[in-house]
């Protein structure tokens, strides 16, 4: 067992993104014609993860991966972005996730997701990774693992009082009510806001109502992104939510941003404990538009050193 403490450790998904971008999304049944292919590292536990270590916070990755060419692959990459490997286990029994991605010229989206081995991990990994859960300053969890899975990390990291944030992506309507009670911080965006909560969420007014509806769940605070108008958050020891906007920039290929945001508010949880939560989503918000203003998943998120210094 390792003695090793991290700062940030993400129980998670990795997928190997196949990118295809075309002038518009296909309808079904229809073929269309790109201008240009390319395979990229994806999976929202990844990219938060990456996003994360990238500001310059020590990470682990607790997930699987097929004993296959793109596990294989995907490996390299953590070590590329330093990210600790000891516990990315590789699989024969199921491939390396993937998801087949088309991107159109107005940078929006369309995704097909197989979940392989990432569904494979279990109560056994995590208990192999115990030591790490149980020391990091920040567990980050998300729903494209089982979901069985994620709840048991979190509440490995609750019980210990890791701070945690879970991202309920992708959203399922029935949510275990277990979830927002080991939530530091619930961090969702709108259409996931909606289809928990029920309510429609189009606006930074209806965020307001669908954040109070998730915090009565039981979760310490809420953050719901909002694309170009930023976020909302909500905490549980204030009474209405704070809407906190975004710089407007040029948006080129918004695929990740989510998984910017979360991985640059790990960071910031991590690396600043004591910032208030709004200050750190504003700062989140910066980070991931820098992302959005690049194409590519991973390839767009910023590191460090492309950063103004006063984020840090
Ligand atoms: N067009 C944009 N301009 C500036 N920031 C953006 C833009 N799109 C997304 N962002 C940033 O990325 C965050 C997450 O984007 P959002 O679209 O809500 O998430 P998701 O990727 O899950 O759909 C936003 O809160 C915001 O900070
Ligand atoms: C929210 O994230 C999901 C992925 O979990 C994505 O399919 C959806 O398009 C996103 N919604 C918005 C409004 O960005």
């Known amino acids: 067992?390792?003695?090793?403490?991290?700062?940030?450790v993400v129980v998670g998904s990795c997928m190997t993104d196949?990118?295809?971008?075309?002038?518009r999304l296909p309808k079904a049944g229809e073929t269309i014609r790109g201008h240009k292919f390319f395979i990229g590292f994806g999976g929202k536990g990844a990219n938060q993860c990456i996003q994360a270590a990238r500001l310059g916070v020590k990470t682990a990755m607790i997930c699987k991966v097929g004993k296959d060419f793109f596990g294989d692959?995907?490996?390299?990459?953590?070590?590329d972005n330093d990210v600790h490997t000891d516990f990315v286990w590789q699989t024969s029994d199921a491939a390396t996730g993937a998801a087949s991605i088309t991107v159109n010229d107005a940078g929006e989206n369309a995704i097909v997701i197989v979940a392989g081995a990432n569904m494979r991990l279990g109560e056994e990994e995590l208990q192999q990774a115990l030591t790490a859960i149980r020391k990091a300053k920040v567990l980050v969890c998300q729903l494209e693992i089982s979901s069985q899975t994620s709840l048991r990390a979190l509440q490995m990291a609750h019980d210990n009082k890791v701070r945690t944030i879970f991202n309920?992506?992708?959203?399922?309507?029935d949510l275990d009510f277990g979830f927002y009670r080991v939530s530091d911080v619930f961090c969702c965006n709108e259409s996931e806001a909606e289809l928990l909560t029920g309510y429609s969420v189009n606006n930074v007014e209806d965020a307001h109502h669908a954040a109070q509806e998730l915090l009565r769940r039981g979760c310490t605070?809420?953050?719901?992104?909002?694309?170009?108008q930023g976020c909302v958050v909500l905490k549980a020891q204030d009474k209405t939510s704070t809407h906190v906007p975004s710089t407007a920039v040029k948006a080129v290929d918004?695929?990740?941003a989510g998984d910017s945001f979360i991985g640059a508010l790990a960071f910031y949880l991590a690396h600043h404990p004591d910032m208030p939560l709004e200050e750190m989503a504003r700062r989140a918000n910066q980070v991931?538009?820098?992302?959005?203003?690049?194409?590519?998943?991973q390839t767009s998120f910023p590191f460090k050193r492309d950063l103004p210094a006063d984020l840090f």
């Open 1 to 8: 067992m390792s003695d090793k403490t991290f700062d940030v």
């Open 18 to 23: 196949l990118v295809s971008q075309a002038p």
């Open 73 to 79: 692959n995907y490996i390299q990459n953590f070590k």
């Open 168 to 173: 309920p992506a992708p959203a399922v309507p």
């Open 221 to 228: 605070a809420v953050i719901i992104t909002l694309g170009p």
């Open 254 to 256: 918004t695929t990740g």
């Open 288 to 297: 991931a538009a820098v992302s959005v203003q690049a194409v590519g998943t």
